[in-house]
């Protein structure tokens, strides 16, 4: 039995030690859930991966088992959603290690059952509070472009719409956030279908069933409906997205946790912030109910006021808004995050913030990857 319980928790700190963290609790709910998901055996192949993708082969080295043994543990892992797996140029497959949140958790959407839903809901304030998102959040928030005045300048990756240009390959799956609530008898009636996978990871979620493809002109249909139905966008924190989030404040376990904060803008990467021209306030109330993070409050008939500590910049006050009074504005300079190029980057800086930018699970092999791609033939 200790040997056992040694395994997940020698996993709990290799999660830990990635970059988007895995903290420990006193109530060791993080260890209820390792041992729902993985096998002991699992566990143990699990500790020997890195977020640097790699072969088979590469791998068997430190499993000390043959190649094919190897290969067939790790491509059931990937998909039970435990390990990530990409294809590789020459044909083969390459596997490395999920995070916990964004990954793993995700892709268990088809997979959930109670006793892990109410472990992650305790588990999930710990996630957001002794994580990395406040320095460097793996998401972060962008509007639909209606809510955004022409005058402004928009930079590409601040656009929804502008993300999905360039791309031939969309998915979308289903929310697991919306799907828990349900399933524990809570939630809302937005659209669970509100996961879009943009590029590289379609080829994932589909060999492992969950979602669908799309085209581009679905895509942008389903932006749409995110605006219409009050989901907030929050596609991955770096300039070359991966997927789009479509989050309500009522499901979404990150804004669920942010909203109970005293300043949720603090947690958000957003380059935004609502503004109300009171003067031509109707006083309809319609931004009071489309805001996720009540940023907007009134006493009595007065015009509304935006705390902008609560603002979260996601613009759905301002699409609604029946007579242009709520505007997006941009924030000052010393308030916007920087937006990393790639979501490898995002992690490196996750890392290096959380002091776990080990040689072995990151820094040397992708600067290598990098002087590589740049020197001269």
């Given at each position: 039995m200790r040997e056992k319980e040694d395994v997940y928790r020698r996993l709990a700190k290799h999660l830990d030690d990635l970059p988007a963290g895995f903290p420990r609790t006193e109530s060791g709910v993080e260890i209820r859930i390792l041992k729902k998901l993985f096998t002991e055996d699992e566990a143990e192949m699990a500790l020997l991966l890195s977020v640097i993708p790699e072969t088979p082969s590469s791998v068997a080295v430190r499993a000390k088992l043959p190649i094919e043994e190897t290969a067939r543990r790790l491509e059931a892992m990937s998909r039970k959603g435990l390990v990530y797996r990409r294809e590789?140029?020459?044909?083969?497959?390459l596997y490395r290690a999920n995070q916990y949140?964004?990954?793993?958790?995700?892709?268990?959407?088809?997979n959930l059952k109670l006793d892990l839903i109410r472990d992650m809901e305790e588990y999930m304030p710990t996630l957001l509070k002794d994580g990395p998102w406040k320095k460097?959040?793996?998401?972060?928030?962008?509007?639909?472009?209606?809510?955004?005045?022409?005058?402004?300048?928009?930079?590409?990756?601040?656009?929804?719409?502008?993300?999905?240009?360039?791309?031939?390959?969309f998915l979308i799956a289903p929310c697991i956030c919306r799907r828990e609530r349900k399933l524990a008898g809570q939630g809302c009636d937005r659209p669970e279908e509100a996961c879009l996978i943009i590029g590289g990871g379609?080829?994932?979620?589909?060999?492992?069933?969950?979602?669908?493809?799309?085209?581009?002109?679905?895509?942008l249909a389903i932006l749409k409906k995110a605006d219409e139905t009050g989901l907030v966008l929050q596609p991955s924190n770096a300039k070359k997205i991966a997927n789009i989030c479509m989050c309500c404040g009522c499901c979404c376990g990150v804004l669920r946790t942010i909203k109970m904060h005293p300043r949720?803008?603090?947690?958000?990467?957003?380059p935004f912030r609502a503004a109300l021209d009171g003067e031509g306030c109707q006083g309809c109330g319609v931004c009071l109910k489309r805001c996720p993070m009540e940023a907007l409050s009134r006493d009595g008939e007065d015009p509304p006021r935006?705390?902008?500590?609560?603002?979260?910049?996601?613009?759905?006050?301002?699409?609604?808004c029946p007579s242009g009074s709520l505007t997006l504005v941009r924030k000052p300079e010393a308030e916007q995050r920087e937006v990393p190029e790639t979501f490898m980057d995002t992690y490196i800086t996750m890392a290096r913030q959380r002091k776990r930018l080990k040689p072995f699970h990151l820094a040397k092999a992708w600067l290598r990857t990098k002087i590589k791609a740049k020197a001269p033939n």
């Open positions: 590789a140029k020459d044909g083969g497959r949140v964004i990954g793993i958790w995700e892709f268990q959407v088809n460097m959040p793996q998401l972060r928030t962008v509007p639909v472009m209606r809510a955004i005045p022409v005058r402004h300048e928009i930079l590409a990756h601040e656009r929804a719409e502008e993300m999905l240009q360039g791309h031939d390959r379609v080829d994932y979620y589909e060999t492992n069933g969950i979602g669908r493809r799309i085209d581009r002109e679905e895509a949720p803008a603090e947690y958000v990467s957003s935006v705390n902008p500590v609560r603002c979260i910049g996601c613009g759905l006050c301002v699409s609604t």
